[in-house]
């Protein structure tokens, strides 16, 4: 029976857009490091595979009107969380487009040292000029730049972890500290960036830590095929995540990697509840949240007309077929979609991408979200998901405290973790013997 990898994709107080409007939202504590320590101790709670920071390198003024985005510098916080916790993976962002790769392995693989081998990393090329012009840029480099720098980024990274065998460090206190014949540089010339090595770090417990990526694009899924352990994807239903695995998983072969050796974790939304009509309920109360001028006004852009004078109790009016839409495609598919398949007002659909955008969501009972999961591990759409709680920390509470041990119950979660490292969670190779 195929188990399924789980991840916590923390963000704020949720990934709903008006989760922190709550009256009982712990917007307040985003600053505290507290906060995302009890949140990796849930998901420990829960043995998921990992927690996942995401990362943003800018903020403008109109977002921060909207709700909490970036707070606490990811690895920082991971840190402070690794100290908190004994085994539950943490996963951080690291941006291609603006860390040079010395400066990221010797991040990383320190926080590989404090965690005891849990970290692992998802790299990403960024996407906003603003990131750009905070790193002395005046815009971001052409996609394909990017995806090239990404994939010589990611060579360099490894190649420096290696450079510094751990086994090398002797401790002699009558001889030497290190054996210096095993340390070496790693000489690095290519486009993008010159590293000299060796690096300053002894090579991490997991000798790399697990490489994450979330290209959905062309060039993007191309370098996932080439080096990602695991995939954050996304999918509305499981027609689009069937379609997406099987094209990742034909590049990884044809890569010359086992796909079986990559795990594609759609993203999910959850709302708990002990009936269908609990779990709406908690659905709609964040719905009711949302500022409705600025939920439509997003919508206008969205579908490319005006909608401030939609009616939000009434059913979603009639939009041009997705041939006719001159506009980001994409989004537009997406929310055809969700009007084709689940018919909802115009207040669900500001609902409905407000938590999540274009993920899966699942509402229901644990017995009824845990069937779901189960089918679209069983018919190729997922080997797991990266959990998006609409709240946090009740949105997880609710998935460990009540899916989880349904989905152990049915042989598909591990009771307990069964390995130390996020490599045994995940069940990777540790690339030291590989090699």
Not at 41 to 50: H, K, M, P, Y
Not at 99 to 119: F, K, N, Q
Request: with cysteine; hydrophobic share 40%.
């Amino acid at each position: 029976m195929k188990p399924v990898r789980l991840n916590l994709f923390a963000f704020g107080v949720g990934h709903h857009k008006a989760a922190w409007r709550a009256a009982d939202s712990r917007v307040e504590d985003l600053g505290d490091v507290a906060y995302w320590e009890e949140l990796a101790q849930i998901a420990e709670r829960g043995t998921l595979d990992a927690m996942f920071l995401a990362d943003g390198q800018s903020v403008t003024a109109s977002a921060m009107q909207d709700g909490p985005l970036w707070f606490l510098e990811p690895i920082t916080t991971l840190s402070a969380a690794a100290r908190a916790t004994e085994r539950i993976g943490l996963v951080t962002t690291v941006s291609a487009s603006f860390w040079t790769p010395y400066h990221a392995a010797r991040m990383l693989g320190s926080l590989d040292h404090i965690s005891g081998g849990r970290v692992g990393f998802n790299v990403v090329t960024s996407m906003f000029d603003a990131e750009a012009q905070n790193h002395g840029m005046e815009a971001l480099p052409a996609h394909a730049e990017r995806y090239a720098r990404a994939a010589e980024f990611i060579d360099a990274v490894r190649a420096l972890w290696g450079s510094w065998p751990a086994s090398s460090i002797l401790a002699d206190r009558d001889g030497s500290y290190a054996d210096p014949e095993t340390v070496r540089g790693i000489d690095h010339e290519g486009e993008h960036f010159r590293v000299a090595g060796p690096l300053n770090v002894p090579s991490p417990p997991q000798g790399e830590p697990a490489l994450f990526q979330a290209g959905a694009s062309e060039q993007g899924r191309d370098l996932a095929a080439r080096y990602a352990e695991g995939i954050y994807a996304v999918a509305y239903d499981l027609a689009a995540a069937q379609e997406y695995r099987s094209d990742v998983r034909s590049r990884v072969a044809e890569a010359g990697r086992d796909p079986d050796a990559v795990a594609i974790m759609p993203g999910l939304v959850t709302y708990v509840g002990s009936t269908m009509e609990e779990a709406r309920s908690k659905q709609a109360a964040l719905d009711e949240l949302l500022p409705a001028e600025a939920s439509l006004r997003q919508l206008s852009v969205f579908v490319g007309q005006d909608t401030s004078g939609w009616e939000l109790d009434a059913p979603v009016p009639e939009l041009p077929p997705l041939g006719e839409f001159t506009g980001p495609q994409g989004r537009y598919s997406t929310i055809l979609r969700i009007i084709e398949t689940e018919r909802p007002t115009v207040r669900q659909l500001l609902g409905r991408l407000a938590a999540g955008g274009g993920h899966c969501t699942m509402v229901g009972t644990p017995e009824s979200i845990a069937d779901e999961i189960e089918r679209w591990l069983d018919e190729g759409g997922a080997d797991g998901f990266n959990l998006m709680p609409p709240s946090l920390p009740a949105g997880i509470e609710d998935f460990v405290e009540h899916v989880v041990p349904e989905l152990r119950r049915r042989g598909r979660l591990r009771t307990e973790y069964e390995g130390a490292t996020l490599r045994d969670h995940l069940g990777l190779a540790d690339p030291r013997r590989a090699s």
